[in-house]
T-cell receptor, first 115, second 113 residues
Framework: DVKVTQSSRYLVKRTGEKVFLECVQDMDHENMFWYRQDPGLGLRLIYFSYDVKMKEKGDIPEGYSVSREKKERFSLILESASTNQTSMYLC??????????????FGPGTRLTVL | EDQVTQSPEALRLQEGESSSLNCSYTVSGLRGLFWYRQDPGKGPEFLFTLYSAGEEKEKERLKATLTKKESFLHITAPKPEDSATYLCAVSPRYAGNNRKLIWGLGTSLAVNP
């Protein structure tokens, strides 16, 4: 079974703090994704990565950055947290471009609250 | 513009009352269509992938079907534990390394005992 883990289930931070969210997958997947999910807005893609050290902006990258130094690990960084970044953050992974499926497998999510 | 629309937004059923959820899509070429289940406060759980019109897949009380414009998730004799939000997503035929999905907003299903 594919397993995607996220570093924290719940996180509370102060405005202006630098926040790191980490995601690890154990299926040797090439693609990894970071989403945020808000009521009424659905899943919105922040960034994705299709290889180590490669990244592309999603639909809402402003205020975020990412890092992928190893294939299994994808980190989301909030450089200076703001209250409008309070949300559920979801990490996902999928097999590479040579794979026949784009099925994404999700982690349990991190509920981030910025005060 | 690539788009996925799910209906209804919310559905309440009695235990045993069968029904269907709809996912209509507009994309420039379809690589695949995906159904997920999401429980409150948790990450989406993969259910099915469908690749071509006419394809069907089943899992317990759920059956997913696909046409050229929409997909249905049929729920037969649902139980309270089927209560969840069901999400639909499509993978368009983008060039290159782009493997992102286009997501619908989901259908929130409640099954009363």
């Amino acid at each position: 079974d594919v397993k995607v883990t996220q570093s924290s289930r719940y996180l509370v931070k102060r405005t202006g703090e630098k926040v790191f969210l980490e995601c690890v997958q154990d299926m040797d997947h090439e693609n990894m994704f970071w989403y945020r999910q808000d009521p009424g807005l659905g899943l919105r893609l922040i960034y994705f990565s299709y290889d180590v050290k490669m990244k592309e902006k999603g639909d809402i990258p402003e205020g975020y950055s990412v890092s992928r130094e190893k294939k299994e690990r994808f980190s989301l960084i909030l450089e200076s947290a703001s209250t409008n970044q309070t949300s559920m953050y979801l990490c996902a992974s999928s097999s590479g471009t040579s794979g026949s499926t784009d099925t994404q497998y999700f982690g349990p999510g991190t509920r981030l609250t910025v005060l | 513009e690539d788009q996925v629309t799910q209906s209804p937004e919310a559905l309440r059923l009695q235990e045993g009352e069968s029904s269907s959820l709809n996912c209509s899509y507009t994309v420039s070429g379809l690589r695949g269509l995906f159904w997920y289940r999401q429980d409150p406060g948790k990450g989406p759980e993969f259910l099915f992938t469908l690749y071509s019109a006419g394809e069907e897949k089943e899992k317990e009380r759920l059956k997913a079907t696909l046409t050229k414009k929409e997909s249905f998730l049929h729920i037969t004799a649902p139980k309270p534990e089927d209560s969840a939000t069901y999400l639909c997503a499509v993978s368009p035929r983008y060039a290159g390394n782009n493997r992102k999905l286009i997501w619908g907003l989901g259908t929130s299903l409640a099954v009363n005992p």
